[in-house]
Structure formats: structure tokens, C-alpha cells
């Protein structure tokens, strides 16, 4: 893969193959995280909008068919640009958001999982992206003084009422998930993850024994051994250290959704291109093993 050959006629999020939703909605395994498109601390506007609504719209096409956001980033900034970008929707396009979890302010998160306060979430996000119901909405994080299971039990009526497709999780564990189970189907699992940060190793080999979609956000990991393995295995691909990084969540498990985000298109088709990049089986298990070589 060459990054100096700049034509992007055959570039596509497809060549990531797909991963279903709950045995409903299948999308291309190459998402768009849509929490970098608000402002600074992921709070309020872009600085520009309309470059905003272009990277949204390059995502379209070039075949990236599921977005994620949530009521808190900017807040509710991103829901409205998506709504703005996008409307009509593609009828393929899966529209993922989340609540509870608050934004009073730039980097600052509080929660409220409340029965009361996600279906208020529900309601506004409805509004925000112009639907009658929302493909797939996941609590965005346990809340540590709301019951989990009531905030499941709401999320799950909610559902029944016709508001919400499929329901999902987010910053959870696999007890949560099973809980979470028991009253509702689970179809996706969103935690923090890469090749660098393995913490939920056990819970993406749970997701793939069960059909759950595991969908992994920070992608590239943190640390210094981490950035010069990166770099040194993107400089022998000619490819970018970011394109690694997504090409071994690809290979890592048939269930993995990554959904790195950006304000740029040039980015953004740099991110699409790693659906290309095939790692060595050398290459995989070295970085596989960054996580021992890091401690």
C-alpha cells in the first residue's frame, strides 16, 4: 500500500467486510466516530462547520455505513450536524447514539442514567437526527447511583414503544453485559481499545462468542514502545501508524467496529484505506504482544 498514490477512486469502507447487528442491520466493519466533529474539549461548534458537514458526507461516500455519536458530544452539536449532513438518510446508513452521560462543560462528563433523564435523552436525540426511531441506542455508561438494571428495564420499554431498533452498551463489563441480557438483547459493545490497551481483551472474546459487535474507540493506543513499533511497521508498509492500528483491530476478531473519527477528509481516507492493509501474521503477533512489552 502506497500512501504517495493518491487516487481514491476504488477506496471503500466494504473492503472491510461487514459485522451484523443483532442478526437485523449489517454494516461495513469500517464506522465513523462522530464525537471529533464538535468543538475544542468536545464542546459546542466546529470551528468549521461546513468543513464539518463535508467530512460527514465524504464518509457516505465512500461506504462507511454506520456512525456513532452520543447526546453529550458538543452536546448535541453532532447529532444535529449528522441530521444536517445527511438527511435523507441512506437507506443502508445505521445511525448509532448514546445516553447518559452529561456535558456541563468543556472535558467535564456527568452522569445520569435515570429512567427520567434517558427518556429525555431518547426524545431529544429523536428530534436532533430527524427519525421516528433510532437504529441502535447504547447506555453510554453505567451510572454508579442508578440501579444498572433499571436503566437496562428503560432502554428496553423504550424499545418496545417503538423509539429504538436495537439496544446497546457502553464502558461496560461482561457482568454488565450478561445482566444487561437477561432483559434485553444486546447488540453492540463500545470500550475503549487497541493493539496498546488490551484491559477488555475478555470482553471482545465475549462479544465474539456471543454475536455481539465489539466496537473499540481510542484505537491507537497510548505509550512510547507502542508509537515506535507503529512507526516502524507503518514506514515498511508505507502506510501510516493509524492504518496499522485499525488493520490489527480488523484481523483481531470478525466482530471488531472500528469507528475512528476525524474532522478531515484527508484523514478520513487515509483511515477508509487501512481497510487494504493486510498485516503479516509477524506483524499481528508483535503487536499483539506490545501490551507485555510496554509493562
Given at each position: 500500500?502506497?500512501e504517495?498514490?493518491?487516487?481514491?477512486?476504488d477506496?471503500s469502507?466494504a473492503?472491510s467486510?461487514?459485522?451484523s447487528?443483532?442478526?437485523?442491520l449489517t454494516?461495513?466493519?469500517?464506522?465513523?466516530?462522530a464525537?471529533?466533529?464538535?468543538?475544542?474539549?468536545?464542546?459546542?461548534p466546529p470551528k468549521?462547520?461546513?468543513?464539518?458537514i463535508?467530512?460527514?458526507?465524504?464518509?457516505?461516500?465512500?461506504?462507511?455505513?454506520?456512525?456513532?455519536?452520543a447526546?453529550?458530544y458538543?452536546?448535541?452539536?453532532?447529532?444535529?450536524?449528522?441530521?444536517?449532513?445527511?438527511t435523507?438518510?441512506?437507506?443502508d446508513?445505521?445511525?448509532?447514539?448514546?445516553?447518559?452521560?452529561?456535558?456541563?462543560?468543556?472535558n467535564q462528563?456527568?452522569?445520569?442514567?435515570?429512567?427520567?433523564?434517558?427518556?429525555?435523552a431518547?426524545?431529544g436525540?429523536l428530534?436532533?437526527?430527524?427519525?421516528?426511531?433510532?437504529?441502535?441506542?447504547?447506555?453510554?455508561?453505567?451510572?454508579?447511583v442508578?440501579p444498572?438494571?433499571a436503566?437496562i428495564?428503560?432502554?428496553?420499554?423504550?424499545?418496545?414503544?417503538?423509539?429504538?431498533?436495537l439496544?446497546?452498551?457502553?464502558?461496560?463489563?461482561?457482568?454488565h453485559?450478561?445482566?444487561?441480557?437477561?432483559i434485553?438483547?444486546?447488540?453492540s459493545?463500545?470500550?475503549?481499545?487497541?493493539f496498546?490497551?488490551?484491559?477488555?481483551?475478555h470482553?471482545v472474546?465475549?462479544?465474539?462468542?456471543n454475536?455481539?459487535?465489539?466496537?473499540?474507540w481510542?484505537?491507537?493506543?497510548a505509550g512510547?514502545?507502542?508509537?515506535?513499533?507503529?512507526?516502524?511497521?507503518a514506514n515498511?508498509?508505507q502506510?501510516?501508524p493509524?492504518?496499522?492500528?485499525l488493520?490489527w483491530?480488523?484481523?483481531?476478531?470478525?466482530?471488531?467496529?472500528?469507528?475512528?473519527?476525524?474532522?478531515?477528509i484527508?484523514?478520513?481516507?487515509?483511515n477508509?484505506?487501512?481497510?487494504?492493509?493486510?498485516?503479516?501474521?509477524e506483524?499481528y503477533?508483535e503487536?499483539?504482544?506490545?501490551?507485555?512489552?510496554?509493562?
Open positions: 500500500m502506497n504517495k498514490n493518491g487516487n481514491t477512486r477506496l469502507a473492503a467486510g461487514t459485522v447487528l443483532g442478526g437485523e454494516v461495513n466493519r469500517l464506522g465513523f466516530g464525537m471529533g466533529i464538535t468543538g475544542d474539549g468536545i464542546w459546542g468549521d462547520r461546513g468543513a464539518a463535508a467530512v460527514l458526507r465524504r464518509a457516505i461516500e465512500l461506504g462507511v455505513n454506520f456512525i456513532d455519536t447526546d453529550s458538543g452536546p448535541f452539536v453532532s447529532e444535529e450536524l449528522i441530521a444536517e449532513a445527511l435523507p438518510y441512506p437507506k446508513l445505521v445511525v448509532a447514539t448514546k445516553g447518559g452521560w452529561n456535558r456541563p462543560g468543556p462528563w456527568t452522569h445520569d442514567a435515570s429512567p427520567a433523564h434517558l427518556r429525555k431518547v426524545e436525540s428530534k436532533r437526527l430527524r427519525l421516528n426511531r433510532i437504529d441502535v441506542y447504547q447506555l453510554h455508561v453505567p451510572d454508579p442508578v444498572f438494571d436503566s428495564e428503560t432502554l428496553a420499554n423504550i424499545q418496545s414503544e417503538g423509539k429504538i431498533r439496544v446497546a452498551l457502553s464502558n461496560v463489563t461482561v457482568e453485559i450478561e445482566r444487561a441480557r437477561k434485553v438483547p444486546i447488540v459493545v463500545q470500550n475503549r481499545y487497541s496498546a490497551d488490551r484491559e477488555w481483551d470482553v472474546d465475549y462479544c465474539e462468542r454475536g455481539i459487535a465489539f466496537i473499540p481510542f484505537p491507537l493506543g512510547t514502545v507502542a508509537g515506535r513499533l507503529l512507526e516502524r511497521i515498511a508498509r502506510a501510516k493509524i492504518q496499522v492500528a488493520a483491530l480488523l484481523k483481531r476478531s470478525p466482530v471488531m467496529l472500528p469507528i475512528p473519527g476525524t474532522s478531515s484527508a484523514h478520513l481516507e487515509e477508509v484505506r487501512a481497510t487494504s492493509l493486510q498485516l503479516s501474521e506483524d503477533l503487536l499483539t504482544g506490545i501490551a507485555q512489552l510496554a509493562s
